[in-house]
Nanobody
Framework: QLQLVESGGGLVQPGGSLRLSCAAS????????IGWFRQAPGKEREGVSC????????HYADSVKGRFTISRDNAKNMVYLQMNSLKPEDTAEYYC???????????????????WGQGTQVTVSS
């Protein structure tokens, strides 16, 4: 069974950068599309980005386009989320998740993901 562990969160000033990592174990990440989600207190979980299992295609929420970059290293069983130009509204718990649905031509909803990590907190504040 696939297990996911996020790391890399922390406190950063507005305009700063963080790189989140999602380490997979128990199975190879090659077979899965990987998504990043976030949830701020009192708000619904929001899809941030997804990277396809088949062709590496990526999707981004409008709120992060041009600032966040998702990537994967299948050889290391890792997925990353590079976050630049961070804003206070990016503050949230960030989760990585895996789905067998290929997000190349379709963006899966959160309930279509099969495996979830525990989350890592990102706080953007001066």
């Amino acid at each position: 069974q696939l297990q996911l562990v996020e790391s890399g969160g922390g406190l950063v000033q507005p305009g700063g950068s963080l790189r989140l990592s999602c380490a997979a174990s128990g199975s190879t990440v090659d077979y899965y599309s990987i998504g990043w989600f976030r949830q701020a207190p009192g708000k619904e979980r929001e899809g941030v980005s997804c990277i396809s299992s088949s062709d590496g295609n990526t999707h981004y929420a409008d709120s992060v386009k041009g600032r966040f970059t998702i990537s994967r290293d299948n050889a290391k069983n890792m997925v990353y989320l590079q976050m630049n130009s961070l804003k206070p509204e990016d503050t949230a718990e960030y989760y990585c998740a895996a789905t067998i649905i290929d997000c190349s031509g379709y963006v899966p909803t959160h309930d279509e993901y099969d495996y979830w990590g525990q989350g890592t907190q990102v706080t953007v504040s001066s």
